[in-house]
């Protein structure tokens, strides 16, 4: 669910080159880390994020929101589990034309809720994995103990380790875009993981006190502002690029990728 702009590769090598210059491991992770976290001085931006499907919330807990887009009170539930990464779970209902919780209404599911992840404050830097799966079962709980589980992006491999943990409360699974084998087809993303050491993201976290803090990350990963023709196609639209239709389109999908969220760094 992430964009990848075209060429990365050649601009990271010029990007990361003072890190490389480091004498020792050590050094490098903190100079790697120092060229991550130091693009900016400025505070941190807040966004107001929206959902496209009216919706009310059902619970709201430390780590997550349940959104509930349910148009009838009567038959089987679907969690949608959206990604807890570096965007916010509005990528599943970002625009009325681009939106998987619109998909599966269209489809005919009546009972629909969405894990809708919280940035993390720096009380929330030590919650794991674990802490993540144990409030999704709380999800589940809510909105009656058995679901038909969808995984967005990172929320799939959260999904699926969800189902093989709690079989029974899992009647179906679907997962889509989910990085289950990394190995199966290159990214930049994961290039950048193999070929520097897990000091490196230990110095991120650091730096963020505890947690991984979004706009930094956002502006390593692309400080360039995204043009028009890059978001054209990725997002498949019949618009024509120069259409007020299209420029407002655009609008709300730069608006979702700039509204960040940060991470524990124990997750």
């Known amino acids: 669910m992430m964009y990848e702009p075209p060429n990365r590769h050649l601009s990271q090598l010029a990007f990361l080159w003072p890190a490389l210059a480091a004498a020792s491991a050590s050094e490098f992770a903190t100079a790697m880390a120092k060229q991550w976290m130091g693009l900016t001085a400025a505070p941190e931006e807040k966004f107001t994020v929206t959902w496209a499907t009216p919706n009310t919330i059902a619970l709201e807990l430390q780590a997550v929101r349940l959104r509930d887009f349910s148009t009838a009170a009567n038959g089987f539930p679907t969690l949608l589990c959206t990604p807890f990464a570096l965007h916010t779970s509005t990528v599943a209902d970002f625009a009325p034309s681009h939106s998987l919780v619109a998909a599966l209404q269209a489809s005919g599911?009546?009972?629909?809720?969405?894990?809708?992840?919280r940035s993390a404050t720096p009380e929330m830097r030590f919650l794991s994995i674990d802490d993540y799966l144990a409030t999704l079962n709380v999800l589940v709980d809510e909105v009656g103990g058995s679901v038909d589980l969808i995984g967005l992006c990172q929320g799939g491999w959260l999904a699926l380790l969800y189902a093989s943990r709690f079989p029974g409360k899992a009647r179906k699974l679907v997962i889509a875009g989910a990085p289950i084998d990394i190995a199966a087809a290159p990214s930049t993303l994961s290039t950048i993981v193999d070929t520097n050491p897990l000091?490196?993201?230990?110095?991120?976290?650091?730096?963020?006190?505890?947690?991984?803090?979004?706009?930094?990350?956002?502006?390593?990963?692309?400080?360039?502002?995204?043009?028009?023709?890059?978001?054209?196609?990725l997002l498949q639209?019949?618009?024509?690029?120069?259409?007020?239709?299209?420029?407002?389109?655009?609008?709300?999908?730069?608006?979702?990728?700039?509204?960040?969220?940060?991470?524990?760094?124990?997750?």
């Open 199 to 233: 000091a490196v993201f230990e110095e991120l976290v650091k730096f963020g006190g505890g947690r991984v803090l979004g706009q930094k990350v956002l502006q390593f990963w692309n400080p360039a502002a995204l043009p028009d023709t890059d978001i054209h196609r």
């Open 109 to 117: 599911l009546q009972r629909l809720f969405a894990a809708d992840w």
């Open 237 to 267: 639209t019949p618009l024509a690029p120069d259409s007020t239709a299209f420029v407002a389109l655009a609008a709300a999908y730069r608006h979702w990728y700039d509204a960040t969220v940060d991470l524990p760094g124990t997750y």
